[in-house]
Nanobody, 122 residues
Framework: QVQLVESGGGLVQAGGSLRLSCAAS????????IGWFRQAPGKEREFVAA????????NYVDSVKGRFTISRDNAKNLVHLQMNSLNPEDTAVYYC???????????????WGQGTQVTVSS
């Protein structure tokens, strides 16, 4: 079972940027799909972006298109989420997760990190 660890969260002002990273231990990402999800207080966990490790194919939720970029670092076995033009609505705990089948549905991801807090102040 792959174990995932997120890093890079923090406090940033509106309009600023953060880069989140997701590291895997136990095995490499291989043919996995790695997704980023977020959960704001009182809200359900929602899909943000995903990348298929083997091909680099990506997908984003509409609200982050043009602002967020998901990428993979093959050499370091890392997945990054570059977040630009952040706004207070992006405040949430961000989780990375993995699955073997392409999906944007959280219940189809079977390995999760512990989450990292992103807070955007206005």
């Amino acid at each position: 079972q792959v174990q995932l660890v997120e890093s890079g969260g923090g406090l940033v002002q509106a309009g600023g940027s953060l880069r989140l990273s997701c590291a895997a231990s136990g095995r490499t990402f291989g043919t996995s799909v790695i997704g980023w999800f977020r959960q704001a207080p009182g809200k359900e966990r929602e899909f943000v972006a995903a990348v298929r490790w083997s091909t680099g194919f990506t997908n984003y939720v509409d609200s982050v298109k043009g602002r967020f970029t998901i990428s993979r670092d093959n050499a370091k076995n890392l997945v990054h989420l570059q977040m630009n033009s952040l706004n207070p609505e992006d405040t949430a705990v961000y989780y990375c997760a993995s699955t073997l089948r392409w999906s944007t549905r959280r219940n189809e991801y079977d390995a999760w990190g512990q989450g990292t807090q992103v807070t955007v102040s206005s």
